[in-house]
Each structure stands twice: as structure tokens, then as C-alpha cells.
């Protein structure tokens, strides 16, 4: 092959062509690249970065609004699903980078019966794979919803409606109800707790209302004397102890211990008059936070109403110690993280516009509690992340993250809708 | 191009062979030249950043991190006495300003104020007087180890011990027990005079204006390293004391082996607060009426009528026992602190456990957990302010004050010192 840009002795005319325009072509070009080179040496030179070059990957826009604190350590801590006011269920990235509609549960608008005051009654909550929403008809039945096509599938027999809040496993695979025939505003005959699957298939069932499912479904802390709890009414809780779903139980705290915990802080505490007002179970189920208060106490004087006893319980030798926790005129949530620490609320007065600071005190797993402030704040409805790290006060309006191992380190922006769970995973980007 | 030698010149017309490379070459670097130049000229510049020019460093003063309007409570009801650094401070609640009552004296303890009289303080195994300029006088005699005082009257009821003879006391500081002996109470006049003794040990307690005074009595049974009292007596000053709770009634409401660890006494005088438990045992705090209707009760174990019992909470201990307010304003705090583990021989200050403070509302009996948690690890001073409006309580990590009755109010203020008492008036 002749090389091309050989100039021969004697050129042929359309040689001569050729060599023209490659006399002119590879200077022009040559200059257009030094152009370019140059350029883009130049750019750089000010801007530091590549011109030519896409832009960098620059994160997309926030997606919610108002926002305080460093939004970029809530990357990689799953989704919250929320119901925005257009019915639309919708998943969002914590950090504010991603969202995606899961859909819509329009008829779950109810609440149950006998949770007229349990915060996040009447909002659906959405099941860790965001594929099922759990809620109320407006009858007060439960009632779960396929987000995918809005499959809607009652929980409880017709003409029944729910006696307590719908517990599910962590999963959201393991759904547990409580249901009964409602008498009255908020009171529930013979009520039942049926532990389904969340395609309706029951797994279990018995007399009275649980007080919390086991994190994997396989367990419930229930009421101690199911002949109270099953009779014609959810009479008072006099005791805890553990339902397995092999049907067998195990006494968690009797009724005596519950006495005898309740008299550590209010002397008038006596048999007969001490009731269970929550317990929790922790999430390797080797543990329970159970609350008791005397039944009917005097009305609050001055500021002052008589206290409960936040108890935790070892599940295995049935030893219990008080967790001292401040309740001198509300009480407010408790909940367990993932990793075994857990959390109890103070919330303020409501009706104090000025010293509203709720307190948080967190028990890590190891070490010593901590306490997280937050002021100008009186909802105390709360929610671990997925990974334990994170607390969020998800009421008001605005949700608050607080990095539990650091109080100091707190994102706040404006809820873009009402909080209907964390789920877990990475997130959708 | 050339010339052939010995040929005639002739003009080559053969135009110049292009080199394409060279002048490609020569266009690329005029290129480059030029568009660097450009590619300079044109790039957007940056935004400048504003000038950081270094501010002198102001220290601001500590500010409550919540509940300005405690503080404010807090600041109403007048300056309160703390501890730290060999020093007696006079400290404002919201924590900015303080001044120095006496360089030279660290006490454990602050009598609280009377009109007039100079203050009363408890440090160093004596009960002093600390006047204006900060001169401090001893008032007990030498030879007696003050460990507790209390208002009697015009005088100043201190309990303590006295040290064991020197060859008891090697013995007993080889057993590694305390190298003093109990001993019975002094009331000792502010003005001075010859002091007189009170069959009482430590604790002790009296009533606002100091005419019923109460404390521990009976045998002493071993508590740690050292001896406490299994009885609670009170009276007059002056006057015969009466037992209020016997050793029997005592080890009924709490358990075998029990001592008495604090005692207060309600500022009417009409109620006695005891704390009392074992070592590493239960503990109990008993609200005794000082006039019980009825007299004793028909049993010798049984609490006197009208008495009240609540159980602290396994592995704590009552460390503190307040009095506020009178008739149905009257409250009661009981500070209880964590004993468990390594923590039982530790002082306040150096507990990493923490605790919890009980209210109680005597006359409506109602009574709640007021502060728990952080707030007392490693808290070593408490008190209700002078007008019983607010309860501060000092720990190593801040100062938490909370409205008496609203609990949940509370503020954080990042002071240090161990707070003594809280006079709500300059000494």
C-alpha cells in the first residue's frame, strides 16, 4: 500500500487533487483539535473541571421542603411511606432524594373501637415491603389493602369491629387483630385476637386483645386472666404473660408483681387496683416493657397525677426492675429498636404553649441512657429506623430525626404527608 | 533544490511539495495557544466567597438549653449556694453570675437560712459559721465529727461521731471500718455556750422553724463500713423525743437488718419522711405522722396510723428526702440513686449510675416519678427553691431545674458545682 502522504516525482492530476486537500485538511484539522485542546485546558484552568465533559452527577432536587440539619446522613436508611392528602400512598427516601407511589388505601379512614386515643389509629400503616396498607373502615372493621391494585380484604368477620390497634410482624408478612362486636362508643364484647397471614389465611386465635406481636409473628404479649379479658367486655389487665403460637403460654408479670411494681411509686397501690396499661415486647423476644398505674386514681391536684411504673422484664427468669421514667401528668410511647435499645417519651402538657419541650430518654443496648430534648414540641408519636440509628418524630406536622448515638446530629423538614411506616432497604433512586 | 556543476542554471517551476505534517503541527499549536486563551477568556468565573475575617472569640454566658420560663421561675425565687472548687458560691439560677461566700471552705452541707443569723454550714467533720467576709468559726467541739445538723430552735442540732481510742481505732482500720464510734447529738448555740447533748444519731432533721426536731436513735447496726440507727425519735427541742418507729416496725416495712439513711421532717412538723433500708437490701421510704391518731398501732410491727409506705425500687438507695410547702400545697421529693454493682460504696458525685426523684403529694396522695434518667447520673445536690416553686438538682453533666408543680417543665444549665441549698436570699 503507498503511503499517502508521499509526494511523488510525477504526480497524476487526481494525485495532485488528493495531496491538495490533504495540504489543507490535516492543518485545519489539526488546528481545530489544538483549538479544542486548548479550550478545554483553558476552561479548566478557571474552573476547575471538565467542560466538554456531562456535567457531574449533581444529586436531584430535594423533594421535601423547610430543611434543617444534614440531610445527606439519612442516605441509605430505606424508604418512609406516608399518605399524602390525595389519598396516595407514597415511599420517600429519607434523605429527600427519591420517591416512588406505592397507592392508594382511600377506605382505610376508620379507627378501631377501643383505640380512640392510640396516636396513628386512624392512619393506614403500610407493611415493611410497601406492598400492603393495614387499616380502618369506616365501621371501625380492619381491613388491609394491596397498594398494587387496591385489593381491599377485610381482617375480621363481618359485624365486627376493632377492639385495639393492628399489630403486624416486622416483616409485615404477620398480621395480628383484635376484633369483637362494638357496644357502645368505644367498648367491645368478647373480644378475639386473630393472628393472620396477610393473605387472610389464619394462623391462630385467642380470647382477648394482645398487647404486642413478637417482631417475627411467632409470639404476643396477651393479658394474664383470659376469663377477665374474654368475658363480655376487655375487662382491666391485671398481668402479662407470652402466648407462643405453638398455643402454649408463660407468665411474663403477674398480677401480684404487677402490685408490687405499681407500689413503687404510688403508695396506694394495692390488689384489685393496679392494671397494665401497655407492654412491649423486645425484638429477640427475651424481653418486655410493661406498664402499670393504679386503676381510677384521684384526679390530678395542681400539676401532679399518680405516676406508673415502667417495668423491664426478663423473659426467661421472670426477674423484673423498674426503669425509672418520668410520668408526673402524661404518660407517653414506648418502643423498642431493632438492636435492644428502646425508648420511652415524656411528652409536655398540651395545653402549655410556652414549656413545650418533649423528653426522650433513650436506653442503648449497652451503656447508660441518654436523654434527647426537643423542644416546642408536644407530639411524641415516634418511630426507630430500620437499623436502630435513627429516632423520628413523625407527628406535628414536621418530622424530626434525631441520631440517637448523637442527639446533637438532627434533620427536621416539613412531613410531606402522615407518617405510615419505615421500611426498610435501601430505597428506590 | 540544487545546481548541477558545470550546467547551466535553470529555474525549477516544480511547485514546493506541502507539508501538510508541519504546518498540521504549527495549526495545532496555534490552536492550542489560542484556545487556551479562549477557553480562559470565556469559562465562568466562580462566585468569590466573602471574606472570613476572624471575629474575637466572646465566651457567651450558659444558657439554658430548654425552658426559659423555669429559669425565669428559677431566677424569682433567688440565688442558691453551691460547692466546687474549695470554694462556697453564691450562684444565680440562670446560672451566669456567681459570687464567692468563702474561698477557704468546700462544705457538704448548708443550714437553711434564718434571718440575721450567719450561715450555718457542715464541712470537714465540723458544723462552722461563715459570716459576710467569709470567716469561718467552728461551733462543735473539738473531738466530735460532725456528720449531719439540722435547725433546733435557735440553735443547731448536729449529729455525729467521735473517734475510737487509738488501739480500737487500728483495729478498726484494719477490719477497714470507721475509726469512730456514734455518738450522741449536740445542740450547740450559734452565739455560743456550752453545747448539749440529744440522744440522737445521724441523720437528723427538723421543721421549718425548727421547734419539732427528728432523728435516727436505738441500737446502731452495721451499714458499709460504718454504724447507723434502727429507730426514728422526735420532739421539742429541749423536750423529751418519743419514739416514732421502733427497730421492729422498721425491719417490718423494710426488711432485716435495716438502718435509717435519710430523715426530713415536713416545715409544719406535722409528718417525718424516712428513708431506711440494708445494705445491698430493700429499701422503703415511711411518711410517719409525728401525732399519730390513735397512738401506736395494735401491732409492734405494724407503721403507726396514718402512716404511708413506698417501696424504692430494688438496688436503688434514698439518698435525699425533701420537704416543700405546708397543708395541701405540702410535697414531698425523694431522690433515690442507683447502688447496684460498684456503685454502693461510691459518693453522689462519683455514681456512674443514675436514679430517680419521687413526688409526693401527701395530702392527695398522689405521688409519680418527677425526673429520672440522665438528669441524675452523677447528680450530688438537690434542693426546693426558698418558695418551693422549683426543684434543682446538680450533676457533673449540668444543672436541671423543673417547675414543683408541673414536672415536666424543666431547663438544662450547663453550671458545674454541687448545689447545697438554695436560700433565695444573700447570706
Request: some cysteine; overall charge positive.
Amino acid at each position: 500500500m503507498r503511503p499517502r502522504l508521499r509526494w511523488p516525482a510525477s504526480a497524476a492530476p487526481e494525485d495532485g487533487d488528493r495531496a491538495g486537500v490533504a495540504a489543507v485538511g490535516v492543518p485545519v484539522l489539526l488546528l481545530v483539535a489544538g483549538l479544542a485542546l486548548g479550550g478545554t485546558a483553558g476552561w479548566r484552568s478557571v474552573t476547575g473541571r471538565a467542560a466538554a465533559a456531562p456535567g457531574a452527577p449533581v444529586g436531584p432536587p430535594l423533594l421535601v421542603r423547610s430543611v434543617e440539619g444534614p440531610i445527606e446522613e439519612l442516605r441509605g436508611q430505606g424508604e418512609i411511606a406516608y399518605a399524602g392528602a390525595d389519598g396516595v400512598i407514597a415511599a420517600l427516601t429519607p434523605d429527600g432524594r427519591a420517591r416512588r407511589a406505592l397507592g392508594r388505601a382511600t377506605k382505610l379512614r376508620g379507627k378501631p373501637a377501643g383505640a380512640a386515643f392510640e396516636p396513628g389509629g386512624t392512619l393506614p400503616m403500610v407493611s415493611a415491603d410497601g406492598a400492603v396498607a393495614y387499616g380502618y373502615l369506616d365501621d371501625g372493621s380492619p381491613a388491609s389493602v394491596r397498594l398494587a391494585d387496591a385489593r381491599m380484604l377485610r381482617l375480621s368477620p363481618p359485624g365486627t369491629v376493632a377492639a385495639t390497634a393492628i399489630r403486624q410482624s416486622a416483616d409485615g408478612a404477620v398480621v395480628a387483630v383484635c376484633t369483637g362486636k362494638r357496644r357502645g362508643e368505644t367498648e367491645v364484647d368478647s373480644p378475639v385476637t386473630s393472628i393472620a397471614e396477610r393473605d387472610g389465611r389464619q394462623l391462630a386465635s385467642f380470647p382477648g386483645c394482645l398487647l404486642d406481636l413478637a417482631r417475627d409473628g411467632r409470639a404476643a404479649l396477651v393479658p394474664e386472666d383470659p376469663a377477665g379479658a374474654s368475658g363480655t367486655h376487655q375487662g382491666p389487665v391485671r398481668g402479662v404473660r407470652l402466648w407462643r403460637r405453638s398455643g402454649s403460654y408463660r407468665p411474663v408479670l403477674s398480677p401480684a408483681a404487677a402490685v408490687e411494681a405499681a407500689s413503687l411509686v404510688d403508695p396506694t397501690a394495692k390488689s384489685g387496683n393496679v392494671v397494665v396499661d401497655g407492654a412491649w415486647l423486645a425484638p429477640d423476644a427475651r424481653r418486655a416493657l410493661v406498664r402499670v398505674a393504679v386503676a381510677d386514681p384521684p384526679p390530678p391536684v395542681g400539676g401532679w397525677r399518680s405516676g406508673p411504673a415502667l417495668v423491664l422484664v426478663d423473659l426467661a427468669s421472670r426477674h423484673w426492675e423498674l426503669v425509672p421514667s418520668e410520668a408526673p401528668t402524661s404518660t407517653g410511647p414506648v418502643l423498642w429498636a431493632p438492636n435492644g435499645a428502646f425508648a420511652h417519651a415524656l411528652p409536655p402538657d398540651s395545653w402549655d404553649p410556652s414549656g413545650a419541650n418533649l423528653l426522650v430518654t433513650y436506653a442503648p443496648p449497652v451503656g447508660t441512657p441518654t436523654l434527647l430534648e426537643v423542644s416546642h414540641r408536644t407530639d411524641s408519636r415516634m418511630v426507630f429506623s430500620p437499623d436502630g440509628a435513627w429516632l423520628l418524630l413523625h407527628g406535628g406536622g414536621q418530622w424530626v430525626f434525631i441520631r440517637v448515638e448523637d442527639p446533637s446530629l438532627r434533620v427536621t423538614y416539613v412531613a410531606p404527608g402522615e407518617f405510615a411506616g419505615w421500611l426498610p432497604g435501601q430505597g428506590t433512586r | 533544490m540544487g545546481s548541477l556543476l558545470g550546467d547551466a542554471d535553470v529555474w525549477d517551476d516544480t511547485p514546493a511539495r506541502p507539508r501538510p505534517l508541519r504546518r498540521g503541527l504549527a495549526g495545532l499549536c496555534a490552536g492550542l495557544i489560542v484556545g487556551l486563551a479562549v477557553g480562559w477568556a470565556v469559562a465562568p468565573r466562580p462566585v468569590p466567597s466573602a471574606p472570613v475575617v476572624p471575629l474575637p472569640a466572646a465566651r457567651p454566658p450558659p444558657q439554658p438549653e430548654q425552658g426559659g420560663a423555669v429559669v425565669d421561675q428559677a431566677i424569682l425565687a433567688g440565688p442558691m449556694l453551691a460547692t466546687g472548687l474549695g470554694k462556697l458560691q453564691e450562684v444565680q439560677p440562670n446560672g451566669i453570675s456567681a459570687r464567692v461566700i468563702s474561698a477557704g471552705s468546700a462544705p457538704v452541707a448548708i443550714l437553711p437560712a434564718r434571718k440575721g443569723a450567719p450561715l450555718v454550714a457542715l464541712g470537714g467533720d465540723a458544723v462552722v459559721l461563715i459570716d459576710r467576709a467569709g470567716t469561718v468559726s467552728q461551733l462543735n467541739p473539738s473531738g466530735f465529727r460532725a456528720r449531719g445538723m439540722a435547725w433546733a430552735g435557735s440553735k443547731v442540732l448536729a449529729c455525729g461521731r467521735r473517734p475510737l481510742p487509738p488501739d480500737q481505732g487500728q483495729i478498726a482500720d484494719a477490719a477497714g471500718e470507721d475509726r469512730t464510734r456514734n455518738a450522741p447529738a449536740l445542740l450547740l448555740g450559734v452565739k455560743g455556750g456550752k453545747p448539749s447533748e440529744v440522744e440522737l444519731a445521724c441523720p437528723v432533721g427538723s421543721s421549718a422553724g425548727g421547734d419539732v426536731i427528728a432523728g435516727a436513735g436505738g441500737a446502731q447496726v452495721p451499714y458499709r463500713s460504718t454504724t447507723r440507727g434502727t429507730t426514728v425519735l422526735a420532739g421539742r427541742p429541749g423536750g423529751p423525743l418519743r419514739t416514732l418507729l421502733s427497730r421492729a416496725q422498721l425491719e417490718a416495712a423494710t426488711g432485716p437488718g435495716a438502718s435509717v439513711g435519710a430523715i426530713a421532717v415536713s416545715p409544719d412538723g406535722e409528718l417525718v419522711a424516712v428513708a431506711a433500708g440494708a445494705a445491698g437490701g430493700r429499701w422503703a421510704m415511711l411518711l410517719l405522722p409525728v401525732h399519730p391518731a390513735g397512738g401506736q398501732g395494735p401491732a409492734p410491727a405494724r407503721l403507726p396510723a396514718g402512716s404511708r409506705r413506698i417501696a424504692v425500687a430494688p438496688g436503688y438507695e434514698a439518698a435525699w428526702l425533701g420537704f416543700t410547702g405546708e397543708g395541701a400545697a405540702l410535697r414531698l421529693a425523694m431522690v433515690a440513686v442507683d447502688r447496684r454493682g460498684g456503685l454502693g460504696e461510691q459518693v453522689l458525685a462519683n455514681r456512674a449510675g443514675n436514679g430517680y426523684v419521687l413526688g409526693y403529694d401527701p395530702a392527695n396522695q398522689v405521688a409519680a416519678v418527677i425526673l429520672a434518667g440522665p438528669p441524675l447520673e452523677r447528680a450530688d445536690g438537690f434542693a426546693f427553691s426558698a418558695d418551693g416553686q422549683v426543684f434543682a438538682v446538680s450533676a457533673r453533666r449540668g444543672w436541671t431545674l423543673l417547675r414543683t408543680e408541673q414536672p415536666s417543665e424543666r431547663a438544662t444549665l450547663p453550671i458545674g458545682g454541687t448545689l447545697l441549698a438554695w436560700p433565695g436570699t444573700s447570706p
